[in-house]
């Protein structure tokens, strides 16, 4: 199968490596991030790339221990959103979302280009947080992309290094995908 190697290559990968990200590794994942596109060419979202010590504690400090591993990272880009930045169309087509959803897709695939994990992650305290980062209440934390190189397993609970180093799991095509008549699955 013939697909981008960057795409092929991204996992929701747990074995992260201390080591700093340099600057211009960062600032061009960052601005792959805003070259995707977005409705209106609105550009809803909002990211806080966090890289300071002192402040990774305050993001750490709000996980939950099951996200025990991402604690690892030197970089950790708080992804904010709401849905009056973007277009609000009938039939609940709030763009927001979608659209930090695409920026966020280019921030992984080109992390992944430059040798890094780049994992978002849904679980931690997003109200302890945007208080600590001065997020206003109104905007919505919608993930944090935790980056870093490939890093040591032996950190790993047996449960994350079996999945380290398994199968991608999908539903079947047939689930997802249809040609020209549309299933309720
Ligand atoms: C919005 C979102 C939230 C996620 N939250 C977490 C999380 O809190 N902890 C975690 O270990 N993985 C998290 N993941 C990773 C998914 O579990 C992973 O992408 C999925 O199992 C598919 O595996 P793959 O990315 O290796 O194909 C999250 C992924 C997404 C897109």
Same mark, same amino acid.
């Given at each position: 199968?013939?697909?981008? /190697?960057?795409?092929? %290559?991204?996992? /929701? %990968? ?25 409705? !209106? ?11 300071? =010590?002192?402040?990774?504690? #305050? ?18 880009? @708080?992804?904010?959103? %709401? ?17 930090? &959803?695409?920026? +966020?897709?280019?921030? *992984? @695939?080109? /992390?992944?280009?430059? &040798?890094? +994990? /780049?994992?978002?992650?849904? &679980?931690?305290?997003?109200?302890? *947080?945007? #208080?600590? !980062? ?16 490939? &890093?040591? =397993? ?5 449960? $994350?290094?079996?999945?380290? $180093?398994? =199968? ?9 995908? !249809?040609?020209?008549?549309?299933? +309720? +699955?």
């Amino acid at each position: 199968m013939e697909l981008l /190697a960057e795409i092929e %290559k991204r996992r /929701a %990968k747990r074995a992260l490596s201390e080591k700093k990200i340099p600057a211009d590794v960062v600032d061009r994942i960052m601005t792959a991030a805003t070259y995707a596109p977005s409705c !209106f060419n609105n550009q809803p979202y909002r990211f806080l790339v966090v890289d300071q =010590e002192q402040e990774l504690e #305050k993001i750490r400090l709000n996980m939950p221990d099951a996200n025990y591993w991402a604690k690892k990272s030197p970089l950790m880009v @708080l992804v904010a959103t %709401k849905p009056e930045l973007d277009c609000q169309l009938d039939d609940k087509r709030d763009y927001a979302f979608f659209d930090v &959803g695409l920026a +966020v897709e280019n921030m *992984i @695939l080109q /992390a992944v280009k430059e &040798g890094l +994990v /780049a994992h978002p992650i849904a &679980g931690y305290r997003p109200v302890s *947080i945007k #208080k600590a !980062f001065g997020i206003p209440d109104d905007h919505t934390l919608v993930v944090i992309v935790v980056i870093a190189y490939p &890093g040591d =397993e032996s950190s790993l609970n047996s449960k $994350h290094l079996t999945s380290e $180093h398994s =199968e991608r799991s999908r539903k079947s095509r047939e689930e997802v995908v !249809f040609f020209n008549t549309f299933r +309720v +699955v």
